[in-house]
């Protein structure tokens, strides 16, 4: 029987965070996860949009659980050159400005090779007091990666349409249990899902793992992954907000590293994302406590997961999402707890392994004549 183990995990989440793939372009991603799926499943296929859909059967006729992480980061995407080799670029999903200033990014040529660039920023030397606590415009914004003109721009198999990420390797912080990346929002619920359908074991229903693409830009894998898979109940991983950081207040913190998975009650502005189905909410916290399992619970006001357009599938799903709690998302310098990682797939494991079909099938429909 597999085991899920904070080591093993830890260098599959190097892998995984380390490799590039924004929106649409989840391939380098993708290759990991059919790599690390493929001899646990019984079936495995990767459908048009790219998302990698993993079964494990359960018993006969049994009901179709399906758990969803997206392999998608954050990035940008090249829209123009000048004729002195600056890139010009836009998001591709939510990035913030904020974060962008001095960074190196790590641009994907249309052939395979991974160039190295840096996104400008003035010296302080040179700007106005006023210039200094100013935020500038994406539209201002370029990288450089080095050469003087267009041409060579071009020789190096830069277009417009190349992709580009933040450069990070994964590490550690003061202590080997907090780690810091870029792209930890999904690579953790892609590792935690890996991790967790590796050692599910006896399960009654039938486990789909989905490792869906372009969550951050719309939902969109989740959605006809949903569709073509018509589950009867759903579980998204994803990460969530850990704001408990100097100056916010206790209130404010959404979620606390380190304290375990948060059990997610609603997500997006005025609850506009996922309200969890309360049955399979509380499922998960009834599973928590019998396995000691620390949990906390989670509202976040603004962002949502794929749980949500999943929810929405055909006649609608029972759906719920285990969330990891991560300091900075959308930054170059995402921080989680490998605890709460590990924590996250073993209660994910623990869900598709103990819940029944039968259960799960009352949740769909009730029949009063
Ligand atoms: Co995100
Ligand atoms: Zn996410």
Known sequence: ?????K???????????????????????????????????DSLWIDSLGNVIAVKKGSKG????????????????????????????????????RTLLGQRVAIKTLNGDIIRGVIGTKPPHIMKPEEMKQVPDSKDLYIDVGVSSRAEVEKLGITIGSIAVFERDLTTLG???????????????????????????????????VATVQEEVGLKGARVAAYSITPHIALALDVTVASDVAG???????????????????DGRAASGLIAHPAVRNK?????????????LEVLHGGTTDASIIALNKEGVPAATISIPTRYIHSPAEVANLNDIVMSSKLTM??????????????????FK
């Open 1 to 5: 029987m597999y085991e899920i183990k």
């Open 7 to 41: 080591e093993s995990l830890y260098s599959l989440l190097k892998r995984l965070t380390e490799a590039i793939g924004p929106s649409g372009y989840e391939d380098s991603v993708r290759d990991i996860v059919v790599d690390e799926l493929k001899s646990y499943a």
């Open 62 to 97: 049994a009901a179709r659980l399906m758990i969803a992480a997206h392999m998608d980061e954050i990035g940008l995407i090249i829209s123009y050159i000048d004729e002195r080799g600056f890139l010009r670029f836009q998001p591709i999903g939510g990035v913030s400005e």
């Open 175 to 209: 202590t080997s249990d907090v780690i810091i990346g870029k792209a930890l929002d999904d690579r953790v619920g892609v590792a935690a899902m890996i991790e967790a359908f590796k050692a599910i074991d006896g399960n009654d229903v039938d486990v789909y793992a």
């Open 248 to 266: 916010v207040s206790e209130q404010d913190w959404i979620t606390q590293l380190g304290k375990g998975p948060a059990i997610k009650v609603a």
């Open 284 to 296: 998960l916290i009834e599973i928590a406590k019998q396995y000691g399992i620390p949990y906390q």
């Open 350 to 367: 623990l869900f598709a392994t103990k819940i029944t079909s039968e259960w799960a099938l009352t949740l769909i429909r009730k029949n």
